[in-house]
């Protein structure tokens, strides 16, 4: 029952997973959430992201943002990143990720979903099928407050990591 929840793997940054792996076990699209995964909640990208993107496609993934934020954050966040986007996603309703997929025109079983948070990302992604790679939210140097959810998110993750379910790509991580 809980595993409706449970990502296929778990890595602390965007940064720190290995995107030629992901293309060589057949993956070809990356949806991303942007919002404390690829920044901090509500930042422009950075030239780290931005180079990030340039990166994924030099070896041959496709991208897109799939976010519940409106369009002109979006559009304010890829201003130097060539890459498809979804906002007003609804996320975790499934519709969202299937719409994605068909945008990049791969299947659901071509494309990894990104994201920070266990009950949107990862349940959207879990509920349509799709891969998913939970990532370590984002937070402020010093600030040590976080909301009742991402308590939950701990526990959730603790108990991922206990279950059969974890790690399911193998070795991501670089």
Sequence with gaps: MLEKYYPYEYARSVLEIDYVKLYTLGYRAVLFDIDNTLVH??????????????YIHSIGLK????????????QRFIRNIDTPYLCDAD???????RKAAEMLGISRKEAVVIGDQIFTDI??????????????????????KIGKKR???????FLYEKSRYSHRFGTILK
């Design 123 to 144: 349940l959207g992604a879990n509920r349509c099928g799709m891969p998913s790679i939970l990532v370590h939210y984002i937070t402020i140097p010093g600030v040590t």
């Design 151 to 157: 308590y939950l998110e701990k526990a959730m993750l």
């Design 91 to 97: 996320k975790p309703n499934p519709e969202a990720y």
């Design 63 to 74: 991208t897109l943002l799939l976010s519940n934020n409106d369009e002109e954050r979006v």
């Design 41 to 54: 909640h509500g930042d422009d990208a950075t030239p780290e992201i931005e180079e990030l993107f340039r």
